[in-house]
């Protein structure tokens, strides 16, 4: 009489995709900080084996510079794409950028980027290379409203570090109360007098 082998259960292998490793890695950084960014612990969070880390990424390396390019792409190259569909006049498309800001909570990450990248020579340059895309098109924007000089500078940076940090803040409003505070603060940022 031939003798059955039992089949071993297959198990079925998670698969994750690149950009839920990235929108955890962003979660993870944004909840506990940059000590939580390690394979280890990341593996453990999204309940999945080491292999799945180097499914995506070569190295350590590989993984910071696909996080910290991803946050860029995300939070502020698509946003700014979406603003450049934006119509109207410059101070309509200003106030179109600082909603569409708003809506993706595009801000909740910045701080623990920059904590992360004051460690990190890779997150650093990509923080860098970040402010200075975020910087040169709000520029563009108070530009062409007729700012120049000391007063275009600063309403740009005002601009670029309140939407960057204030949701990082711990700062609680209810959706109605922001928006009419949203609509405050472009109003101060235009005016001329």
């Given at each position: 009489?031939?003798?059955?082998?039992?089949?071993?259960?297959?198990?079925?292998?998670?698969?994750?995709?690149?950009?839920?490793?990235?929108?955890?890695?962003?979660?993870?950084?944004?909840?506990?900080g940059?000590?939580?960014?390690?394979?280890?612990?990341?593996?453990?969070?999204l309940k999945?084996?080491?292999?799945?880390?180097?499914w995506?990424f070569?190295?350590?390396?590989?993984f910071?510079?696909?996080?910290v390019?991803?946050?860029?792409?995300?939070?502020?190259?698509?946003?700014?794409?979406a603003?450049?569909?934006g119509?109207?006049d410059?101070?309509?498309?200003?106030?179109?950028l600082?909603?569409?800001?708003?809506?993706?909570?595009?801000?909740?990450?910045?701080?623990?980027?920059r904590a992360?990248?004051?460690?990190?020579?890779?997150?650093?340059?990509?923080?860098?290379?970040?402010?200075?895309?975020?910087?040169?098109?709000?520029?563009?924007l108070?530009?062409?409203?007729?700012?120049?000089?000391?007063?275009?500078?600063?309403?740009?940076?005002?601009?670029v570090?309140?939407?960057?940090?204030?949701?990082?803040?711990?700062?609680?409003e209810?959706?109605?109360?922001?928006?009419?505070?949203?609509?405050?603060?472009?109003?101060?940022l235009?005016?001329?007098?």
């Amino acid at each position: 009489m031939a003798t059955k082998t039992k089949k071993k259960p297959q198990r079925l292998a998670r698969r994750l995709s690149l950009e839920l490793w990235l929108e955890e890695a962003l979660e993870a950084l944004a909840e506990h900080g940059p000590q939580v960014l390690t394979v280890e612990k990341l593996c453990k969070r999204l309940k999945v084996s080491r292999g799945s880390f180097y499914w995506h990424f070569k190295d350590r390396d590989d993984f910071i510079q696909k996080v910290v390019n991803f946050w860029d792409k995300r939070l502020t190259g698509s946003i700014r794409d979406a603003a450049k569909l934006g119509q109207g006049d410059a101070a309509e498309r200003l106030l179109f950028l600082m909603e569409l800001i708003d809506r993706a909570n595009a801000g909740r990450y910045d701080i623990p980027i920059r904590a992360w990248a004051a460690a990190n020579a890779r997150a650093a340059k990509a923080v860098r290379r970040t402010d200075r895309t975020r910087y040169e098109y709000v520029r563009s924007l108070f530009a062409e409203l007729g700012f120049t000089g000391d007063e275009l500078e600063m309403r740009t940076r005002t601009f670029v570090a309140f939407h960057g940090l204030e949701r990082g803040l711990s700062i609680v409003e209810n959706p109605k109360d922001r928006k009419r505070r949203l609509k405050l603060r472009h109003k101060l940022l235009i005016q001329t007098e």
